[in-house]
């Protein structure tokens, strides 16, 4: 499956973003989704992952509570709607799509990977 990530930009502290990864190929409903975020000089870590019909959800502890993932399975798309936005949130995210159709927060649960979408949250 090719995914093809898109909604980051520039945002203040406090304000909202929605990012959007739309899948093609093979069939997107049968598989969690996931994102992911790397911040510059740091490792790529876990932002968020739902299952594959949206019935489970998960998200790390640092995004609890301000963002939200969900998905459109007839449009074969994923979303990460963000906000409370701080700078800390400043990264290039990334989407994913499992290996399972449950959730996971590894990165070796995810077998394909879209090209990123840069978020930068200006204090």
């Known amino acids: 499956v090719q995914l093809q990530a898109s909604g980051g930009g520039l945002v203040q502290a406090g304000g909202s973003l929605r990012l959007a990864c739309a899948a093609s190929?093979?069939?997107?409903?049968?598989?969690?989704m996931g994102w992911f975020r790397q911040a510059p000089g740091k490792e790529r870590n876990f932002v968020a992952t739902?299952?594959?019909?949206?019935?489970?959800?998960y998200y790390a502890d640092s995004v609890k509570g301000r963002f939200t993932i969900s998905r459109d399975n007839a449009k074969s798309t994923v979303y990460l709607q963000m906000n409370s936005l701080k700078p800390e949130d400043t990264a290039v995210y990334y989407c994913?799509?499992?290996?399972?159709?449950?959730?996971?927060?590894?990165?070796?649960?995810?077998?394909?990977w879209g090209q990123g979408t840069l978020v930068t949250v200006s204090s």
């Open positions: 190929g093979r069939t997107f409903s049968n598989n969690a």
């Open positions: 739902i299952s594959w019909n949206g019935g489970t959800t």
């Open positions: 994913a799509a499992s290996r399972w159709s449950s959730i996971g927060s590894y990165r070796y649960d995810y077998v394909n």
